[in-house]
């Protein structure tokens, strides 16, 4: 627990612009492989950082200990960085920032009493049994629980002041199965926003989807190859949530955009079908919480929902300050730091495609010869906005009715052209958020949708 | 640091109760981030920052927690107890864990690699005349990196290292990239200066416009660089003993089916550059050398204790992951000056990208060309190729399609800051296939 109030340091400012910041991270995770536990452990990241601005260059610092001394050292270095650069280059003198003031607090911490090690180790052996003694056919099963507690207060030197514990929590099983002895393997995740007292309770509430997961994985030791080639192909929504993020997401954050990315040609442009609008949530759609919600960023700004893509026209890109500077447009508070001792960056929250009017029935009925491509594994895309990521779970859509499941495949293409294939969009939304967003610094994210019909590029055997 | 973890790791020791094992791992750095864009600094960092994790096994139960230190070493002995207590309430209430390792003491070690850095003040002067006149956008690294682990049986180990890296993209007008990283423990002013000056050089053939390459085969030549990302792929289902025994390692067919590679391709794991530390978190001390595939044929995988004891085979003391900590690709006869000659017309690939398995069991490897590739014809380079697509096995492209190896092993290295700055890095040569297939 740190610090809510840490206003009193604002005495310790220089004369530029500062941002102080104290953090702490905790996670813990437990792992149980064929039963036996393989792993059980916890850690505590937690320190402060100052940032400070002036005439086009930041300083920056960081320090593990949380006292007055260190506080004040952080901010001595990063002023001492910053006027360095200063002096050698007066190219950028007079630039400024947008002001952005914003006070806020927002506390996830559980009010249920704290569970001990050993009864999230007898939740995931309840489970394991489950696995054990209903599906003799899985051959390995991996069963993990994992949660992150993100803990940070700020002070900036414009006076605004946030406080927040956003936390999240997450069960993932990985099972397998054999298929001429070789192990064919299907994972799952469950959880999100909250701590493991709140999101997971009792054990049996999971027996249902383990053995949809089983029947998926059963289906897939029976699986066939996918034939290679662009084909026809419904994204359910944890692929399309996944290709939304990293593929199109990515390219439009503004520091990318700076750097080079393909989407800084776009803007104003259609870029993807129309019956596609791509939107980076703050914290809340239609006021259901998102899995990853932001209310103020890490330089004090607050954070607003940023229609990336409306009706197929990029419209927006995300911004922390000096993006929005260089772009002349307002910060969209995506500033966003990993560990205490992590630079803010402009990163995504929770970035989604938004629901058309199809049913998922409908458009897998409206295919003659495709795929319904539902489950992704690895996969990365870049500021061209090329992506390559494996498909671990898919059925064949032979006259409008699913086939055989797919042994793991591949998906890639351009994604600016593989949304303007976009020609069907169901009308439900899933978010997905066990994973981590990758940029110099991991960093939770959610990322959703609904399924979208398109074609897409398949790698086969 | 090296007496801040020992004063805590000595104290904590005195602490045990009978039945206890504690084992301490310590990771720290100490770091100068200089952030370019447009060839500019636009930020400058330090970080400070070091962390231990406690590893307490009572009656074969084992669990763990690891925290940030203030650096006050009275404070973080009191936090170190405080966790202790806490793993002691803990480590009862589990169950028993059949494979586990119980620490030994086999010897301490103390692995000191200095460098000689560019100061804080120099750095900014040093790094940017040699940038001028091109975009660059990129970061420099610079600083102490240190590993402590400690058991209570009284094994100690220590390593430290300075290094540095210089990670960028250069950039032309319509946004073609050349990606180059120089790294070292020793900077050296005029080699920093001939290696930009080679990476503007190759900026200038990424002007010409880019052909397009239909999908098909190739002869290729795929740069140091784009081999080390092959390489990393062997950390991943690859080497690992326990992914071959649990039939999900692309190297099953090497070891159940006696597939060679060629007698070209030979891999070691190689401690001696000293970029990383040869104990692992278990505080057990890798060989200097592992070779791993021997003029291609599957020598030794990767055991750690765990996979020892659960597989009743040998452990070669490799880490958690049995990942490739210090990945060594032996150099070939092919001149380097010589590469271009000896594609006559085909590929040179400077940079992969994207790498996934396509077909793990089978050793298929997906992914993209990326930055400095360039189409080759009669010798010499005629323009860069558009960004495409390879899906091929490496018991093909480091099999019989695997014609030549360079004689220049370069030092890739992780340039990763996910949580902590990264250590070590691949040492490869370049290799020249008779054969490379491009897809989409």
């Given at each position: 627990m740190i610090n809510k109030d840490i206003c009193s340091y604002s005495s310790m400012f220089p004369k530029e612009y500062t941002e102080l910041r104290v953090q702490e991270n905790r996670s813990n995770g437990v792992a149980l492989l064929n039963g036996d536990v393989v792993s059980n452990g916890k850690s505590t990241a937690s320190g402060v950082s100052a940032r400070i601005f002036k005439d086009g260059h930041w300083g920056f610092a960081s320090n593990p200990n949380i006292s007055d001394d260190a506080v004040e050292s952080v901010i001595r270095s990063s002023t001492d960085n910053v006027r360095f650069l200063n002096k050698r280059d007066t190219s950028r003198c007079g630039i400024m920032l947008p002001e952005t003031f914003s006070n806020f607090e927002k506390d996830f911490t559980s009010q249920k009493q704290k569970n001990s090690q050993k009864h999230w180790i007898d939740f995931l052996k309840s489970l394991d049994d489950y696995i054990v003694s209903k599906h003799p056919k899985i051959t390995s099963r991996t069963v993990v629980i994992r949660s992150l507690d993100m803990e940070k207060s700020l002070l900036t030197a414009t006076g605004s002041t946030s406080y927040s514990m956003t936390p999240r929590a997450h069960l993932m099983i990985s099972l397998s199965a054999d298929r001429d002895g070789q192990p064919v393997e299907l994972g799952e995740a469950h959880g999100g926003l909250g701590q493991l007292e709140d999101n997971f309770d009792n054990p049996e509430l999971y027996f249902s989807s383990i053995d949809q997961q089983v029947a998926h994985l059963l289906n897939k030791v029976d699986g066939v190859y996918a034939e290679a080639g662009e084909k026809e192909v419904i994204l359910d929504a944890e692929l399309a949530g996944i290709l939304a993020h990293e593929a199109i997401g990515h390219t439009t954050e503004a520091d990318l955009v700076m750097g080079g990315s393909v989407a800084g040609d776009y803007m104003g442009q259609q870029v993807a079908s129309s019956l596609v609008s791509l939107i980076d949530f703050a914290n809340n759609v239609n006021d259901v919480t998102c899995p990853v919600p932001v209310y103020v960023d890490d330089e004090g700004t607050q954070s607003e929902d940023v229609t990336i893509i409306e009706n197929g026209v990029l419209k927006n890109f995300m911004h922390n300050k000096d993006s929005a500077r260089h772009f002349e447009s307002t910060p969209t508070g995506n500033a966003r730091a990993f560990s205490f001792s992590d630079e803010p960056l402009i990163r995504m929250r929770n970035t989604a495609i938004m629901p058309g009017n199809d049913k998922l029935e409908e458009m897998i009925s409206s295919v003659e010869d495709g795929y319904y491509l539902m489950k992704p594994g690895n996969g990365q895309a870049d500021s061209t906005s090329e992506f390559m990521f494996a498909v671990n779970l898919g059925y064949e859509i032979k006259n409008g009715k699913l086939g055989k499941a797919l042994m793991d495949t591949t998906i890639s293409g351009v994604a600016f052209d593989m949304l303007k294939s976009v020609d069907m969009v169901s009308d439900d939304m899933t978010w997905v958020s066990s994973g981590m967003c990758g940029k110099k610094q991991p960093m939770p994210v959610g990322m959703g949708g609904p399924a979208i019909r398109c074609k897409v590029n398949i790698g086969g055997r | 640091m090296e007496n801040k973890f020992n004063n805590i790791s000595d104290k904590m020791f005195t602490l045990l109760k009978e039945g206890e094992y504690l084992t301490l791992s310590f990771s720290s750095e100490n770091t100068q981030f200089i952030r370019f864009s447009q060839s500019k600094i636009r930020q400058t960092g330090l970080v400070d920052d070091a962390t231990l994790e406690l590893e307490l096994i009572f009656d074969n139960r084992t669990c763990g927690e690891a925290f940030t230190l203030s650096g006050d070493t009275e404070a973080d002995i009191q936090k170190s107890q405080v966790v202790l207590d806490t793993l002691r309430s803990e480590v009862v209430q589990l169950p028993e864990d059949p494979y586990i390792v119980l620490p030994e003491n086999n010897g301490s070690s103390c692995d000191i690699h200095a460098g000689s850095l560019l100061s804080v003040e120099d750095a900014a002067d040093a790094l940017t005349p040699a940038m001028q006149g091109v975009d660059l956008a990129g970061i420099f690294a610079s600083g102490k990196i240190y590993r402590g682990n400690a058991n209570s049986l009284g094994q100690k180990h220590w390593f430290s290292t300075e290094t540095f890296s210089l990670d960028y993209s250069l950039i032309t007008e319509d946004e073609k990239m050349v990606k180059a990283t120089f790294a070292g423990s020793k900077w050296n002013q005029s080699e920093y200066e001939s290696f930009m000056a080679a990476s503007i050089k190759r900026l200038e053939f990424m002007k010409r416009e880019a052909i397009k390459v239909e999908p098909g085969e190739y002869r290729t030549y795929i740069a140091s660089p784009g081999v080390r990302d092959i390489l990393d792929m062997f950390s991943w289902n690859g080497l690992s003993e326990a992914s071959i025994q649990q039939g999900q390692s692309s190297f099953g067919r090497m070891r159940n089916e006696k597939y060679n590679l060629s007698p070209c391709f030979s891999l070691n794991e190689d401690?001696?550059?000293?970029?990383?530390?040869?104990?692992n978190d278990n505080g057990e001390v890798s060989p200097d050398v592992l070779n791993l595939v021997n003029s291609g044929q599957l020598e030794n995988t990767l055991i750690n204790s765990r996979t020892a004891k659960e597989y009743n085979v040998i452990s070669n003391n490799a880490g958690g992951g049995e990942g490739i900590r210090a990945p060594y690709m032996a150099a070939g006869e092919l001149p380097e000056a010589d590469v271009l000659k000896k594609i006559g017309t085909g590929l040179y690939l400077g940079n992969l990208h994207y790498l996934n398995w396509s077909d793990c069991i089978g050793g298929r490897i997906t992914g993209m060309t990326r930055y400095a590739c360039f189409w080759v014809e009669n010798g010499e380079i005629i323009a860069p190729i558009q960004n495409m697509r390879f899906d091929d096995s490496f018991y093909n492209f480091f099999g019989e399609n695997l014609e030549a190896v360079s004689n220049k092993v370069e030092f890739n290295p992780e340039?990763?800051?996910?949580?902590s700055r990264s250590l070590g890095g691949t040492h490869c040569p370049g290799v020249l296939l008779s054969s490379f297939s491009l897809t989409l």
């Amino acid at each position: 627990m740190i610090n809510k109030d840490i206003c009193s340091y604002s005495s310790m400012f220089p004369k530029e612009y500062t941002e102080l910041r104290v953090q702490e991270n905790r996670s813990n995770g437990v792992a149980l492989l064929n039963g036996d536990v393989v792993s059980n452990g916890k850690s505590t990241a937690s320190g402060v950082s100052a940032r400070i601005f002036k005439d086009g260059h930041w300083g920056f610092a960081s320090n593990p200990n949380i006292s007055d001394d260190a506080v004040e050292s952080v901010i001595r270095s990063s002023t001492d960085n910053v006027r360095f650069l200063n002096k050698r280059d007066t190219s950028r003198c007079g630039i400024m920032l947008p002001e952005t003031f914003s006070n806020f607090e927002k506390d996830f911490t559980s009010q249920k009493q704290k569970n001990s090690q050993k009864h999230w180790i007898d939740f995931l052996k309840s489970l394991d049994d489950y696995i054990v003694s209903k599906h003799p056919k899985i051959t390995s099963r991996t069963v993990v629980i994992r949660s992150l507690d993100m803990e940070k207060s700020l002070l900036t030197a414009t006076g605004s002041t946030s406080y927040s514990m956003t936390p999240r929590a997450h069960l993932m099983i990985s099972l397998s199965a054999d298929r001429d002895g070789q192990p064919v393997e299907l994972g799952e995740a469950h959880g999100g926003l909250g701590q493991l007292e709140d999101n997971f309770d009792n054990p049996e509430l999971y027996f249902s989807s383990i053995d949809q997961q089983v029947a998926h994985l059963l289906n897939k030791v029976d699986g066939v190859y996918a034939e290679a080639g662009e084909k026809e192909v419904i994204l359910d929504a944890e692929l399309a949530g996944i290709l939304a993020h990293e593929a199109i997401g990515h390219t439009t954050e503004a520091d990318l955009v700076m750097g080079g990315s393909v989407a800084g040609d776009y803007m104003g442009q259609q870029v993807a079908s129309s019956l596609v609008s791509l939107i980076d949530f703050a914290n809340n759609v239609n006021d259901v919480t998102c899995p990853v919600p932001v209310y103020v960023d890490d330089e004090g700004t607050q954070s607003e929902d940023v229609t990336i893509i409306e009706n197929g026209v990029l419209k927006n890109f995300m911004h922390n300050k000096d993006s929005a500077r260089h772009f002349e447009s307002t910060p969209t508070g995506n500033a966003r730091a990993f560990s205490f001792s992590d630079e803010p960056l402009i990163r995504m929250r929770n970035t989604a495609i938004m629901p058309g009017n199809d049913k998922l029935e409908e458009m897998i009925s409206s295919v003659e010869d495709g795929y319904y491509l539902m489950k992704p594994g690895n996969g990365q895309a870049d500021s061209t906005s090329e992506f390559m990521f494996a498909v671990n779970l898919g059925y064949e859509i032979k006259n409008g009715k699913l086939g055989k499941a797919l042994m793991d495949t591949t998906i890639s293409g351009v994604a600016f052209d593989m949304l303007k294939s976009v020609d069907m969009v169901s009308d439900d939304m899933t978010w997905v958020s066990s994973g981590m967003c990758g940029k110099k610094q991991p960093m939770p994210v959610g990322m959703g949708g609904p399924a979208i019909r398109c074609k897409v590029n398949i790698g086969g055997r | 640091m090296e007496n801040k973890f020992n004063n805590i790791s000595d104290k904590m020791f005195t602490l045990l109760k009978e039945g206890e094992y504690l084992t301490l791992s310590f990771s720290s750095e100490n770091t100068q981030f200089i952030r370019f864009s447009q060839s500019k600094i636009r930020q400058t960092g330090l970080v400070d920052d070091a962390t231990l994790e406690l590893e307490l096994i009572f009656d074969n139960r084992t669990c763990g927690e690891a925290f940030t230190l203030s650096g006050d070493t009275e404070a973080d002995i009191q936090k170190s107890q405080v966790v202790l207590d806490t793993l002691r309430s803990e480590v009862v209430q589990l169950p028993e864990d059949p494979y586990i390792v119980l620490p030994e003491n086999n010897g301490s070690s103390c692995d000191i690699h200095a460098g000689s850095l560019l100061s804080v003040e120099d750095a900014a002067d040093a790094l940017t005349p040699a940038m001028q006149g091109v975009d660059l956008a990129g970061i420099f690294a610079s600083g102490k990196i240190y590993r402590g682990n400690a058991n209570s049986l009284g094994q100690k180990h220590w390593f430290s290292t300075e290094t540095f890296s210089l990670d960028y993209s250069l950039i032309t007008e319509d946004e073609k990239m050349v990606k180059a990283t120089f790294a070292g423990s020793k900077w050296n002013q005029s080699e920093y200066e001939s290696f930009m000056a080679a990476s503007i050089k190759r900026l200038e053939f990424m002007k010409r416009e880019a052909i397009k390459v239909e999908p098909g085969e190739y002869r290729t030549y795929i740069a140091s660089p784009g081999v080390r990302d092959i390489l990393d792929m062997f950390s991943w289902n690859g080497l690992s003993e326990a992914s071959i025994q649990q039939g999900q390692s692309s190297f099953g067919r090497m070891r159940n089916e006696k597939y060679n590679l060629s007698p070209c391709f030979s891999l070691n794991e190689d401690f001696r550059s000293g970029s990383v530390p040869r104990f692992n978190d278990n505080g057990e001390v890798s060989p200097d050398v592992l070779n791993l595939v021997n003029s291609g044929q599957l020598e030794n995988t990767l055991i750690n204790s765990r996979t020892a004891k659960e597989y009743n085979v040998i452990s070669n003391n490799a880490g958690g992951g049995e990942g490739i900590r210090a990945p060594y690709m032996a150099a070939g006869e092919l001149p380097e000056a010589d590469v271009l000659k000896k594609i006559g017309t085909g590929l040179y690939l400077g940079n992969l990208h994207y790498l996934n398995w396509s077909d793990c069991i089978g050793g298929r490897i997906t992914g993209m060309t990326r930055y400095a590739c360039f189409w080759v014809e009669n010798g010499e380079i005629i323009a860069p190729i558009q960004n495409m697509r390879f899906d091929d096995s490496f018991y093909n492209f480091f099999g019989e399609n695997l014609e030549a190896v360079s004689n220049k092993v370069e030092f890739n290295p992780e340039v990763g800051t996910y949580e902590s700055r990264s250590l070590g890095g691949t040492h490869c040569p370049g290799v020249l296939l008779s054969s490379f297939s491009l897809t989409l």
